[in-house]
């Protein structure tokens, strides 16, 4: 029996990707890193990823897989440049796909036109204004919304300051020995954990009860989530505007199709869809989510659902329907009827 080759490990991410590309689930060690129990500040992690995010993949450099020498890894530290890898290292003429003979489509686009909303998307899906954990922390505009929240977020943030708490220390007493830059690292993480926690802490404190200085940290907090989620309505605007439809390159799917299926997953969780909702519910309970309680804010309805659905593929009832949705719906619509979308999300949007 030959020696088993050496594979790549992915610090955990759903397999979206690897399934589009037809990777065999083999060829992939899933390691789970909790963020919820502040697991990526360890050491160990650390030296994988010193921003201590998760997705991390690890891959054996191509060099070093022959059996009679030890392989050598690298660390890609972020999704973009994790799908780019995935979309790069396997193609139909490539001979390192040595566990699977499915197709191997390439995620890139093909022209420079198509580069251009491509590159523009991506980076869209992760400025700032687009942050999905920021928005996860923030999810609330009201009192009560934040005491739902914070019963939800807490225990996760206080895990992560204990873990944080708990690395201090025992560096502090020698027990482990890192740089002064994690220890300062560390640090400035707790700080900002604890930022969230002030909050969090007294959610369930009527507004009278509170001190001068709990009172406007909590409508600070409150004012902060209201203005994220506000911009939200321009990334949402530029993402409809921006996707050819149903995917974002037209007919073919692509890289920040995968990156736009993730992040409005996230989002139309934190607007209260589920699963069951298909693009126009999904995507409505999204647009009442951002526009607040003002309401108000709907995305353009500019794309013919029949062709939609012939585009991505699917089943058209009525080929002579003038029934129109804007291109966000037409794209979850399509995208939640791909199979690696169905094992991503298959117990429920997160
Ligand atoms: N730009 C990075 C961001 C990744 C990121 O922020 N991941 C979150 C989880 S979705 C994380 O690891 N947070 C841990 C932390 O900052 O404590 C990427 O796209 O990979």
Sequence with gaps: MSEPVPKAALYYFPTSVWEE???GADELDL?????????NYAPSYLRLNPQATVPTLVVPLQKTLAADMESRYKAIQDSKSIVEFLDKSRSTQSRTNTTSDAPAPSLSP???AF??????????????AADPNALTYMNARTPAELRALAA????????????LAQLLADNEA???RV?????????VKKVATEKFLDV????????????????ERRTLFLSDASEAWARVRDVLTQLNQEIIGPYTLGDQLSLADLHLAAWLARLITLAGGTLADDGTVAIGKLEAHVGGPGGGFALVKDFSVAEARRRAGLTVQDPESRERQNRLAAFWDAVRERQSFKNVYKDGLH
Aim: positive net charge; without cysteine.
């Design 115 to 128: 580069s251009a909303v491509f590159t523009k998307l991506i980076d869209l899906l992760h400025s700032p």
């Design 31 to 39: 390691k789970l890193v909790d963020i919820s129990k502040g697991e």
């Design 200 to 215: 969090y802490d007294e959610a369930d404190t009527p507004a009278e009860k509170l001190d001068d200085k709990a009172r």
């Design 21 to 23: 590309k037809g990777y």
């Design 152 to 163: 939800y977020e807490r225990p996760k943030f206080a895990a992560r300051r204990a873990a």
């Design 179 to 187: 740089s002064e830059k994690t220890r300062a690292f560390w640090e």
């Design 110 to 112: 093909a022209t420079i």
């Design 174 to 176: 020698a027990k482990i």
